[in-house]
């Protein structure tokens, strides 16, 4: 079970850092914009956190996209 768990972080990691280079946005961009701190943004693109909803809707509206889209493909 925790397996599963952290390959979806990963995953979900994997998937931020595309969307956030798609924008052309830095990590610290992404954490202004969302309140977060750079390292918090990092520590979920290495899979390392795992993101509240409060935090998804957050880092979506920073790279304009919806929360669908921000999770799309993470299984």
């Given at each position: ?21 798609e ?13 977060r ?14 993101p509240s ?23």
């Open positions: 079970m925790a397996q599963n768990r952290d390959k979806v972080l990963r995953d979900f990691g994997r998937h931020l850092s595309r969307l956030r280079h924008a052309g946005l830095t990590q610290e961009q992404v954490a202004e914009r969302s309140g701190h750079p390292n918090y943004i990092g520590d979920i693109e290495r899979g390392q956190r795992n909803l409060k935090v998804l809707l957050a880092i979506a509206a920073a790279l304009e996209v919806s929360l669908s889209e921000l999770v799309e493909g993470v299984e």
